[in-house]
């Protein structure tokens, strides 16, 4: 039988391990990223629809100091994260934000984005853009108060997610008419923006929507990116050059997309404004994975496109520490590796994009076999079919460089 462990010795078990585990960075190399914690990520207790809590709550407070004693520099949250639904807009919400405002001096650490809870309350339950137009007038206030705490804080960045715009009946709702009302209240929005921005001489926020394919309506109306860059581009926006799009990787891996296509669009479109770093599995419900726990070589391709193409928007680490995780193992085990993981990741997908194998196959692929009669088809193929090989070859790279192959790593010698 395994000895036991005493209770009073497993944080110095979960110290020790942690420790031998190396592979770590300092706080002063964590803060060169621009990765946020969130509010709801660090605070996440466990809880789920078939589950009860493992975790006690925490406040906003002390999730910003342990944020900042990690390297986290930034801090992000929903307003309803710091603020019950019942003191949104009233003189309670400034004596929260002023304490928020100060935890963030005190420890260094900046709010990079706040985003609107429209989909957990039950008056969101046939969405914010439901038929009721008291409904609608809430929502829009909502809108415009996130937009004011975004100010108050410093945000530059707002997050949307319309988490309830759907239905669970089909027939039940006009979907045109649906996104007319939502598109209302995102102009609502952006015209707060303006206004706060011209009375305090400040500037206008950049307004992220996020999509998702499902839950937790039975049907979305904006399941997915594309779809967002869609709405954006349809016309009903006021100031659609406000309006970019916030991806999250898992929400694309869930119905089956390739998460790196559709940031690919993105930013095509010039609209990859901010992005929720996360795993998890295709064609699964919301686990909100720790980043490269699941699928590490899809994540280096990720980085290695977002590198190439000169991103520099927030990295939001938008998962949830698994319930068997301890509020201490929270700011320990996990915020800290998942940290670590993205900046490894990171520094892999440079040292990808420099390799010299990769560099001279990929030039080889667009300079083709050379000038050749355009019409035909036979001959083209023929002249350039040993260069596709190529493909394969730059996927082997990239699996050695994951994994250290290319630097002579071997294991055992199978023919000694």
Request: include cysteine; charge should be negative; proline fraction near 6%.
């Amino acid at each position: 039988m395994p000895k036991s462990t005493d209770p009073q010795e497993q944080r110095a078990l979960v110290d020790r391990l942690t420790a031998a585990c190396g592979g770590s960075y300092s706080p002063k190399v964590r803060r060169r990223f621009f990765i946020s914690g969130p509010q709801w990520a660090a605070s996440y207790q466990g809880q789920a629809l078939f589950h009860a809590p493992t975790r006690g709550p925490i406040q906003p407070a002390e999730v910003i100091e342990r944020l900042a004693e990690i390297g986290i520099g930034w801090w992000t949250t929903h307003d309803t994260d710091i603020i019950s639904t019942g003191q949104l807009m009233t003189s309670k919400q400034d004596q929260i934000l002023a304490g928020i405002e100060q935890a963030l001096k005190k420890n260094g650490v900046k709010c990079s984005m706040v985003t609107g809870e429209t989909f957990f309350h039950p008056v969101w339950a046939a969405s914010p853009a439901a038929e009721q137009p008291e409904v609608r007038a809430y929502a829009r206030q909502r809108l415009e108060n996130v937009v004011e705490i975004a100010h108050k804080l410093g945000a530059q960045f707002i997050v949307y997610w319309p988490g309830t715009l759907g239905y669970q009946f089909q027939g039940v709702v006009d979907e045109g008419l649906m996104l007319r009302r939502y598109a209302e209240e995102i102009n609502a929005a952006c015209g707060k923006d303006h206004e706060i921005a011209r009375a305090t001489g400040g500037s206008t926020k950049r307004h992220c929507l996020e999509a998702k394919p499902f839950e937790p309506q039975a049907e979305l109306i904006l399941p997915s990116t594309d779809a967002m860059l869609a709405f954006i581009n349809s016309g009903l926006l006021t100031h659609p050059e406000m309006v970019g799009v916030n991806p999250e990787y898992l929400h694309e891996l869930m119905w089956g997309s390739a998460p790196r296509a559709a940031l690919a669009r993105a930013l095509v479109a010039g609209k990859l404004w901010h992005f929720d770093i996360n795993d998890g599995y295709r064609l699964k419900h919301d686990v909100d994975i720790g980043i490269g726990l699941i699928n590490p070589l899809d994540w280096l391709n990720v980085l290695v496109l977002l590198r190439s193409h000169g991103y520099d928007g927030p990295f939001n680490l938008d998962f949830k520490p698994p319930r068997t995780t301890s509020n201490y193992g929270v700011f320990k085990v996990s915020f800290p590796s998942a940290v670590d993981r993205f900046i490894t990741l990171w520094e892999i997908a440079g040292e990808a994009i420099a390799d010299p194998i990769i560099q001279e196959a990929t030039k080889a692929l667009e300079a083709g076999a050379g000038p050749l009669e355009s019409k035909d088809a036979d001959a083209i193929f023929e002249a350039n079919k040993e260069l596709w090989t190529l493909h394969e070859l730059i996927a082997h790279r990239l699996v050695q460089i994951l994994l250290g192959l290319h630097r002579g790593r071997t294991f055992v010698n199978l023919n000694a």
